[in-house]
Each structure stands twice: as C-alpha cells, then as structure tokens.
C-alpha cells in the first residue's frame, strides 16, 4: 500500500519556522516529481513547492518564494519543505504528493498531474 505521510506541522509564532517532512512507504518515488500544497479552511488546495526527480529543478509559489526551500533525499524517499519567515496567512493543512510522470526535467506545479497524496499536517501560524 502506497502512503505518503507527513510530520513536523505545529503552531508558530509570524517570524518563526518549521520544518516539515514527508516520508513514502510501499513504492519508491526516486524517478518522481514531490510536491507540496497546502490547503485553508474555505480555501481551495493550492501550489507550494515542488522538487523534480533529481532535485535540479524546484518551483515556489510566488507567496513562499525565498521563505521556503523544498528538498529530497531519494535514498530514504523523503522530501522537505523548510519553512522561514512564516505569515499568519501561511495557516493552512500541508499536504505532500507524487506525481505520476517518471523523470520530468522541470518540476510539475500542476495539481491535477499528482496522483498520490498524504493526509496532511496542520500548520498555523499566529500574529
């Protein structure tokens, strides 16, 4: 059984961080692309970050660009988002996934190409 499972979400102070982690189990996502997205309460789920198979492409949001840095580590099929400077408005449930396609060159952004998700872990950021 394929899962993602993320950890590492809690409550932080604006100005503070975290760091948040997702660990894959029942297949490998090596030749993968991993991404994040995240979701608030009445809001649609939207684009993070994303890591291409190899880590030499990455794409931000533009709300988290230069805030957050998103990585992997293939050996132990896992993936990353460090989180600075964090807003109030980044409250929200993070939620990891794999897309479907098999050594993309750019990283995907698009929501609809991820075909495997984890729960999510909340993260809420206070003023």
């Known amino acids: 059984q394929v899962q993602l499972v993320e950890s590492g979400g809690g409550l932080v102070q604006a100005g503070g961080s975290l760091r948040l982690s997702c660990a894959a189990s029942g297949r490998t996502f090596s030749r993968n692309t991993m991404g994040w997205f995240r979701q608030a309460p009445g809001k649609e789920r939207e684009f993070v970050a994303a890591?291409?198979?190899?880590?030499?492409?990455?794409r931000y949001a533009d709300s988290v660009k230069g805030r957050f840095t998103i990585s992997r580590d293939n050996a132990k099929n896992t993936v990353s988002l460090q989180m600075n400077s964090l807003k109030p408005e980044d409250t929200a449930v993070y939620i990891c996934?794999?897309?479907?396609?098999?050594?993309?060159?750019?990283?995907?952004?698009?929501?609809?190409?991820?075909?495997?998700w984890g729960q999510g872990t909340q993260v809420t950021v206070s003023s």
């Open positions: 996934a794999a897309d479907r396609s098999l050594y993309a060159g750019v990283a995907i952004t698009t929501r609809t190409l991820y075909d495997y």
């Open positions: 890591i291409n198979w190899s880590g030499g492409s990455t």
